[in-house]
């Protein structure tokens, strides 16, 4: 067996081993939907608050791997993650969707972050797909339009971040304690392009074509910086920038994703021009590569200090991109950036007790002692990295 149809094998068992462990571990048989937190020891947090974005990441996550397996369990848990999103999230109200809610289902933080709603249209598109239930393919529009409604800025292009309920502003429009509380960021605009992607794969509405190539060409200008290969990651309303770290994770992230939204997009300008982004940004990524192939969290560049982790999505990510970067180039080299990932994943990354995928480990290669499932650690990256190997190697 060649080392490319081995990967595919792996990755095929390794889809169905992550898919099993949610289906296994996070079911909320006493609140309904999904539990809100399993912690490093697989200890389940049954009063946890229950984020948005995990629930959407769970609904897109089984949606699109069913396309794949056609598992009637994977449809299942789609269903109940969207039956709980559309029920328990989303503000038929105000129209927007809460960013969480408390363990007894009723809203804890009220607040649109636009991010979850991203997420939100993500998951409910993909489960359209599989379901043709029209309430999905409703609710996904109707964020969209609230997104251009509220969220766009006419003025100077580009997306604002975060709106109360009522959808007035507010003045933390942070998406985590991490990042810079700034109007406009790079993480934001990535995921509404990938969302807005997803939506005109179901609903081929001109206008919605038009604004993704709108996008498509302002995340171009602002936030790739193509003198270095990296991400610009945050900026004011007027785009003046406010430097931060280089983050690897979403540099290899944004390679192949936004190539893959330019082709949606059908602009054949911006497809020429993303396939060159997505091979220089493979190319620059390589710099936050350890020697054991797992790809280092993030630099910071006033001192060239490392963030010296290794976080399970970072690495998830990198498979896809370097191996997008070997179909664009035919260079050997990267399907060794992926074996050798691939390699440190199975090695340091998988729990091979309790499955899933641990949080990171250290420089010193211990683990990160943090959630195994939470508001942020969902089964998208991962189980997306193995559905993109899946279909992208080819027997």
Not at 174 to 195: G, P, Q, V
Not at 259 to 284: F, G, M, P, R, W
Request: proline letters at 2%.
């Amino acid at each position: 067996m060649s080392k490319l149809k081995q990967l595919k094998s792996e990755l095929t068992a390794e889809l169905d081993a992550i898919l099993k462990y949610w289906s296994k571990n996070t079911i909320d048989n006493q609140n309904g939907g999904f539990i809100g937190q399993i912690d490093f020891n697989d200890h389940l947090i049954a009063t946890a608050e229950k984020g948005s974005v995990l629930n959407a990441r769970i609904l897109w996550s089984f949606s699109a791997s069913y396309q794949v397996t056609k598992n009637e369990e994977h449809k299942k848990m789609a269903t109940r993650a969207f039956d709980f999103l559309s029920k328990y999230f989303y503000d038929a109200e105000f129209g927007g969707l809460f960013w969480s809610i408390n363990a007894d289902k009723t809203p804890k933080d009220t607040k649109n972050q636009i991010y979850a709603l991203a997420f939100a249209i993500y998951g409910l598109t993909e489960y359209y797909a599989i379901s043709k239930e029209e309430k999905a393919l409703e609710m996904a529009i109707n964020l969209y339009l609230q997104i251009q409604q509220h969220s766009y800025d006419p003025v100077n292009g580009g997306y604002l971040e975060a709106f109360t309920r009522e959808w007035k502003p507010m003045a933390d429009l942070r998406l985590s304690d991490k990042d810079a509380n700034e109007k406009k960021t790079m993480n934001t605009h990535l995921h509404i392009a990938e969302a807005y992607a997803n939506l005109f794969k179901v609903w081929k509405d001109k206008k919605l074509q038009n604004v993704i190539v709108e996008l498509l060409a302002t995340i171009e200008e602002r936030f790739i910086n193509t003198e270095t290969g990296h991400l610009r990651l945050f900026f004011n309303e007027e785009w003046i920038e406010k430097p931060d770290v280089i983050s690897y994770g979403h540099d290899i992230e944004a390679a192949w994703l936004l190539l893959q939204c330019a082709e949606i997009s059908e602009d054949e300008t911006l497809i020429a021009n993303y396939k060159k982004h997505a091979i220089q940004i493979a190319e620059v990524t390589q710099e936050g590569l350890d020697t054991d192939g797992g790809l280092w969290y993030e630099l910071n560049p006033k001192n060239n200090e490392l963030i010296a982790e290794k976080h399970w999505w970072v690495q998830a990510e990198a498979l896809i991109g370097f191996y997008n970067a070997y179909q664009l180039t035919a260079d050997e080299k990267y399907v060794d950036l992926v074996l050798k990932n691939w390699n440190f994943i199975k090695r340091y990354i998988l729990d091979q007790q309790n499955g899933e995928w641990f949080w990171g480990i250290n420089r010193d290669y211990s683990l990160i002692e943090k959630d195994k499932a939470g508001f942020w650690k969902c089964p998208y990256h991962n189980s997306r990295a193995c559905l993109e190997l899946i279909l992208r190697i080819k027997d």
